[in-house]
């Protein structure tokens, strides 16, 4: 069995500028960057789908475990809406190879990410993992020519 692990840091927290309101100050630069931390920054950052992808893989844990009780209850914790729970959770309709694959798809260097979750819904929704595979296939040869 695995023991709970906490962590604690603090966050910024920055208000958007609104009408009547001034906008707080700018938060103070970060120190100067060592060199292991420039190296990790220049390999690029992880796509979206991908972080879209793990946390329906944990939202499943914590549906399961009985942490949330439903969609709404995890909506609610993570403030947004309903809607946008079961998109993400709809990632997880997909065939597991599928899942594997956007999980570790190639970090983007720069620019927008090749995939986006609206590539991914409509292959979702298809139940049969061989038709799901063949449209995979098909929006990645799409996206590479």
């Known amino acids: 069995m695995t023991t709970p692990h906490t962590i604690e840091c603090t966050l ?3 208000r958007r500028g ?3 309101q001034q906008p707080s100050p700018a938060a103070p630069a970060p120190p100067p960057s060592s ?3 420039r190296i990790i920054s220049s390999s690029g950052r992880v796509p979206r789908v991908a972080r879209l992808m793990a946390l329906a893989l944990r939202y499943e844990q914590l549906l399961r475990a009985g942490t949330v009780r439903d969609y ?3 909506a609610k914790v993570e403030q947004v809406t309903r809607g946008r729970i079961t998109q993400i959770m709809n990632l997880r309709q997909l065939a597991p190879d599928i899942q594997e694959q956007l999980l570790f798809l190639p970090r983007v260097q720069q620019g927008r990410d090749p995939i986006h979750l609206h590539h991914l819904q409509p292959i979702a929704a298809i139940l049969d993992w061989r038709k799901q595979r063949s449209m995979w296939k098909a929006l990645q040869r799409d996206l590479q020519g």
Do not use: H, K
Request: proline content about 17%; overall charge positive; glycine content about 8%.
């Open 12 to 14: 910024p927290l920055r």
């Open 18 to 20: 609104r009408a009547g």
């Open 35 to 37: 060199p292991a931390d």
């Open 72 to 74: 709404v209850a995890l």
